[in-house]
């Protein structure tokens, strides 16, 4: 079945049951994107940002390197989930669609690298831009006066 018949996405086993394609890290990026999905740890990437600097970049450079790390295992992880996929898709070619753990196996694989990549690109965009400072707020007073 082609993949723009498959009626579920790449994060559900049953795309993968129905012979949906695995996507590439990049193409799960690319996914990441259009959506603006920002992940499951949104809010404390949003506390994060809303500090003062230096512990903005402190913080929310922490967070992407645990969610780097986590990126990595999941990719590593991900990559023997796909050649058993594969050699699972290879033995039953002539058989019914059937669920097996290993469409479970990849489908969350996939949700963990989507997230993580949702982490990432959401801490480079914060930390690629520069909060306003308001040179005037230590000064106290209105105006700064």
């Known amino acids: 079945m082609p993949n723009n018949q498959i009626p579920y996405e790449p994060g559900h086993p049953w795309y993968y049951v129905l012979g949906g394609k695995v996507l590439k890290p990049s193409q799960i990026k690319q996914n990441v994107i259009k ?9 404390d990437i949003e506390k994060a940002a809303n500090k003062v600097e230096p512990q903005r970049s402190i913080a929310l450079r922490r967070i992407r390197e645990s969610a780097k790390n986590d990126l990595f295992s999941d990719l590593s992880r991900y990559r023997e989930v796909v050649r058993e996929l594969s050699q699972h898709r290879a033995s039953n070619l002539d058989k019914e669609p059937q669920h097996h753990d290993i469409h479970t196996s990849i489908s969350l694989k996939h949700n963990h690298i989507y997230n993580n990549l949702a982490h990432l690109v959401t801490i480079d965009d914060l930390l690629s831009e520069q909060p306003e400072l308001d040179l005037f707020s230590s000064l106290g007073g209105a105006n700064g006066r």
């Open 35 to 43: 959506s603006g999905y920002q992940g499951y740890l949104k809010e």
